[in-house]
């Protein structure tokens, strides 16, 4: 850190969750395409930290996972909170991108505003604020120079307020999955279930044993089925390939394979996420698992008054379920199995893809990318 504080940046980027880090990447092209002299540090992951940038702290030091691991995890957050703080203060770039993570992100933007921060403060990937937490929209409008959505719905929440109240440059760029993932009309789906358990240790060892033992009882029916499994980072490998010693017909494949393998999946078993819009925009059934706490579900629903029609991404843009969902106590190997049987049949699926295809009218055909930049430099400039 002591020798990137004495350096001047035009601007300081925040990704602190690995789905963050993919849009980062994506943004930093470019960023960089536009400005190849913009210089950038950042707290960035593995796609990222590929680009021309200087790294302050890695993505993977803020991956936690639900109420009680942020808890667990507090005084680690608040440590990396006060350094992020102290950097961006001492070396005041012209601008600071948060993308997504919220809670983290927000409480940052109220303490450099808190701090007389004069540069600009941007935030990529607008906070769920429809779902929960809707006070954060008057929060946001006052702190932030410049917000940029990804859902089409989120730049109403921003519209009509009181009057005397700021308001946020608030903008929809389009979702950047748009960009990344091609029209899925060539593919060739074969006799293989995809499980997507998640990105995070915790996520995994919750939803990944109940995804197993339900895709077992199925191949029970049905002795030609296969079932790959995605790795989202090397390290998990002796722990996924346990909980599948001596199970048949199982195999395993990158994070970096994803979307080859999409082309090639009947359908999915998905823990909840970003991951789940990929596999819509790949025409993929897919049924949503989220293994929460018993207490995580108390907090959510009780005090966070969490009460939505649907949960999984997909549904919330389409307003309609497409994707099956199985949450808290709904996620056994029971119902697992039993929207797997419904996703096979064969007019249920057809239904459901066609509902996917939909999803993409939907986000329309805006790159991202190249959207939020435009705004970006003009923030900045």
Not at 229 to 236: A, T, Y
Not at 335 to 348: R, S, V
């Amino acid at each position: 850190m002591s020798k990137l504080k004495n350096k001047k940046y035009d601007l300081f980027i925040f990704a602190g969750e690995l789905s963050g880090d993919l849009h980062g990447a994506s943004l930093l092209k470019e960023l960089k395409k536009q400005r190849p002299k913009l210089k950038i540090c950042a707290v960035a992951g593995p796609k990222m930290r590929k680009e021309d940038i200087d790294l302050l702290l890695p993505t993977e030091k803020f991956l936690v996972l639900g109420f009680i691991d942020v808890v667990l995890n507090f005084p680690k957050l608040f440590y990396y909170f006060l350094k992020i703080k102290k950097f961006i203060l001492t070396c005041q770039p012209k601008a600071v991108l948060f993308i997504d993570y919220p809670g983290f992100s927000i409480a940052m933007e109220k303490a450099l505003r808190k701090k007389n921060f004069k540069g600009k403060l941007i935030h990529y990937i607008c906070p769920t604020v429809w779902a929960w937490k809707k006070k954060r929209i008057f929060t946001l409008n006052r702190v932030l120079d410049l917000l940029l959505c990804i859902l089409p719905f989120e730049p109403k929440c921003f519209a009509n307020l009181p009057k005397n109240t700021s308001s946020v440059d608030t903008h929809y760029v389009g979702h950047p999955l748009i960009a990344q993932i091609p029209s899925a009309e060539k593919n060739t789906p074969q006799n293989i279930i995809g499980l997507f358990p998640g990105s995070r240790i915790h996520a995994i060892k919750r939803n990944l044993p109940i995804q197993i033992k339900a895709v077992e009882q199925f191949m029970e029916k049905d002795e030609n089925l296969k079932c790959g499994i995605s790795l989202s980072h090397p390290k998990f490998v002796p722990l996924i390939k346990e909980m599948t010693k001596q199970k048949k017909n199982f195999f395993f494949f990158s994070q970096e394979d994803n979307y080859q393998m999409m082309k090639k999946l009947k359908l999915a078993i998905a823990t909840s996420g970003t991951i789940t819009l990929e596999l819509a925009l790949h025409n993929v059934p897919t049924v949503v698992t989220y293994a929460i706490k018993p207490l995580d579900l108390f907090i959510a629903r009780k005090i966070f008054k969490i009460n939505l029609p649907y949960y999984c991404l997909v549904n919330i843009i389409a307003n309609k379920e497409i994707f099956k969902e199985a949450y808290g106590p709904n996620l056994t190997p029971e119902n697992l199995l039993h929207h797997i049987e419904t996703f096979l049949n064969e007019k249920e699926r057809e239904k459901c893809i066609e509902e996917c295809k939909n999803i993409r009218k939907i986000l329309g055909e805006k790159n991202a990318a190249k959207e939020a930049t435009k705004l970006i430099l003009k923030c900045i400039f």
